[in-house]
């Protein structure tokens, strides 16, 4: 007989401060999942927005002010998020909420300094748990796909070794028309798990009968060290050229810098291109190695004398979605192989892959799943969040007097929605069967759909 470990969940009251593209974000999935928030914003038809559509307590107000706060009920909350457009505000309102003793506190900065050994201010100094940039953030998710042949999706848990990557499956694709039971009996040599499959706006956790079909997204979860065979069997090899891979970036800003800066320390040939004259010259001052082309992304006939024809990859990073998504298309159509596009709005996020873009990715996304891992309990590490689904990636650590501890797996009620990719055991991991035990200490990645979200926390709770 199955058993799981029974302990009470209780909700949580969280305080989100603005209610911007990442906070909007945070308080349709944590409303979903039943906690109590309450959002504060000084803008009426904002929060009059989010009041509407979402099951929150709206207060309009400046969330730096102490008054605000205790009308918004300060004293009892679990979680303090402060994600407006001022830096300022943000770190204010997470000083006022450390006075009153909130247990955990989130800001988001832009643009003040907070990381380095130069860094002025630091989350120690200020008493948050997290500061998080969100240019930072979608610039490090940017790189991890940037470096992953095919993949539209990347995320590293345990430190790198385990790996989750999304692949869009075509007709050409070896993996088409196999069902998830007859994939698994090649899966001797190649060691992964589908734990998703993305079809006509639905996700689904797969079963042995269920066929991956032309037009799919699945996701799956490796070991690091598998990825090159997995990547050969998905027909996503590596093009061995006599020269570095060569990468041309639209947009000078901080994420366009960002990118370059990693880029170009890896090894790349880069091209940075922006269309203000002394954003170039800043851009010259900042980068040894990278070629600052000044003029429009749709200038293709300058880019094709730079060599956008041969380009692996195209990445688009400027303010505007639309040029982004013109300019990786027009890129794609004059020869560049690869093209990945930053993405702001939600419903262009959606349609821009099926124009053609290779990789979307989206700043709230990636600043969300940041900041959701300090409202997840049950031991969670580090956190993906999946555009479009609501499912995330989870790494858990389980702990010592867990009650799921030396018990196989097929013994366990583990939740339907979720699915477990892989166990690291120290320098050891595992594919998991219905045999496999967890041990104290082991790092579990887990993929659950939202309605498993909750479940998968108390089970490892």
């Known amino acids: 007989m199955g058993r799981t470990p029974r302990k009470q969940y209780t909700t949580m009251k969280i305080l989100i401060i603005g209610v ?30 989010a009041s509407d559509r979402l ?6 107000g400046n969330g730096a002010s102490a008054e605000v706060l205790e009308q918004a009920g300060i004293k009892d909350a679990n979680i303090f998020i402060a994600v407006t457009d001022s830096d300022e505000v943000n770190i204010l309102a997470c000083l006022l909420a450390r ?19 130069s860094a002025v201010l630091s989350k120690e100094k200020l008493g948050i748990d997290l500061l998080i940039n969100p240019d930072d953030a979608v610039a490090e998710e940017i790189v991890k796909i940037a470096c992953r042949t095919g993949a539209f999706d990347v995320a590293e848990f345990v430190e790198g070794q385990i790996q989750f ?56 979860i490796a070991h690091k060290k598998d990825l090159p065979a997995i990547q050969y069997m998905l027909l996503q090899k590596e093009v061995k050229k006599k020269h570095a891979p060569r990468v041309f970036i639209l947009g000078g800003g901080t994420i366009g810098l960002h990118i370059a800066s990693e880029l170009e320390q890896m090894g790349f040939t880069v091209r940075l ?45 400027t303010e505007n979605d639309e040029t982004n998504i013109l300019c990786s298309l027009l890129a794609k159509q004059h020869g560049a192989r690869r093209t990945l596009t930053l993405v702001n709005k939600p419903e262009l996020l959606n349609l821009a892959p099926t124009l053609g873009i290779d990789a979307c990715v989206s700043p709230r996304q990636a600043a969300a799943g940041t900041i959701l891992k300090y409202v997840r309990r049950g031991g969670v590490i580090s956190l993906a969040a999946i555009e479009g689904s609501n499912a995330e990636v989870m790494e858990i650590e389980v702990k010592a ?38 041990q104290a200490g082991d790092r579990v990645v887990v993929f659950a759909l939202p309605g498993a979200l909750a479940k998968t926390e108390r089970f490892f709770e």
């Not at 099951?55 to 309009?60: A, Y």
């Not at 170039?280 to 880019?303: A, S, V």
Request: net charge negative.
């Open 401 to 438: 007097d867990s009650e799921i501890i030396d018990t196989p797996l097929r013994k366990l009620h583990f939740p339907a929605g979720a699915i477990i990719g892989a166990v690291v055991h120290g320098d050891a991991y595992q594919i998991p069967t219905g045999e496999c035990r967890l």
């Open 55 to 60: 099951n929150v307590l709206g207060i309009l």
């Open 99 to 117: 006075e009153y003793q909130v247990p955990t506190r989130v800001a988001r900065v832009k643009s003040i300094e907070y990381t380095g050994q």
């Open 20 to 49: 911007g593209q990442v906070g909007y974000f945070l308080c349709e999935r944590l409303s979903l999942e039943g906690h109590e928030v309450t959002l504060i914003d000084s803008r009426e038809e904002h929060l009059n927005r």
């Open 165 to 220: 990557l999304g692949y869009r499956i075509s007709e050409e694709s070896p993996l088409c028309d196999l069902t998830l039971k007859e994939l698994g009996e090649i899966r001797g040599i190649y060691r992964f798990v589908v734990t998703a499959i993305s079809r006509s706006g639905q996700t689904i956790i797969p079963r042995g009968d269920d066929t991956i079909m032309a037009g799919d997204s699945i996701f799956i």
């Open 273 to 317: 291109i922006d269309k203000n004259e002394k954003r170039c010259e800043f851009l010259c001052g900042k980068l040894k190695h990278t070629l600052i082309i000044n003029t429009d992304g749709t200038d293709i006939r300058t880019l094709l004398d730079e060599g956008v024809d041969g380009a692996d990859m195209f990445i688009a990073v």
